[in-house]
């Protein structure tokens, strides 16, 4: 298994931007990338944890339609850190966001951005946008 932490989660107006990270360690650190489906999911009180992106082992991106052509799912592969860029945030946007992580990746890409299909999450990074 790998562990997970993000970061870079703040108070922003609307329109703004922000990056956040996630990192990984244990004994699947070296293999993250090349075995491991990533994603980014966010939850807001009393409201149902969901899918944000999703980057899969062949390099295919998911994108919530809630946020594609504001979102965008990267990572670095000499840092091993993967990225959640926001931009033009919106007060819908406040969440806890969570990464996350499975291997093998699940079977069908309609699924990437379910959170059932992950096993491995990070403790959250709170996003707040407001005026």
């Known amino acids: 298994q790998v562990q997970l932490a993000e970061s870079g989660g703040a108070s922003v107006q609307p329109g703004g931007s922000l990056r956040l990270s996630c990192t990984a360690s244990?004994?699947?650190?070296?293999?993250?990338?090349?075995?491991?489906?990533v994603a980014w999911f966010r939850q807001a009180p009393g409201k149902e944890r969901e899918g944000v992106a999703a980057?899969?082992?062949?390099?295919?991106?998911g994108l919530a339609e809630s946020v594609k052509e504001r979102f965008t799912i990267s990572k670095d592969h000499s840092k091993k850190i993967l990225y959640l860029q926001m931009n033009n945030l919106k007060p819908e946007d406040t969440a806890m966001y969570y990464c996350?992580?499975?291997?093998?990746?699940?079977?069908?890409?309609?699924?990437?951005?379910?959170?059932?299909?992950?096993?491995?999450w990070g403790q959250g990074t709170q996003v707040t946008v407001s005026s």
């Open positions: 996350a992580a499975v291997t093998p990746p699940p079977r069908l890409r309609s699924e990437l951005l379910n959170p059932r299909e992950y096993n491995n």
């Open positions: 244990g004994l699947g650190y070296g293999n993250y990338y090349s075995s491991y489906c």
């Open positions: 980057l899969d082992v062949d390099g295919s991106i």
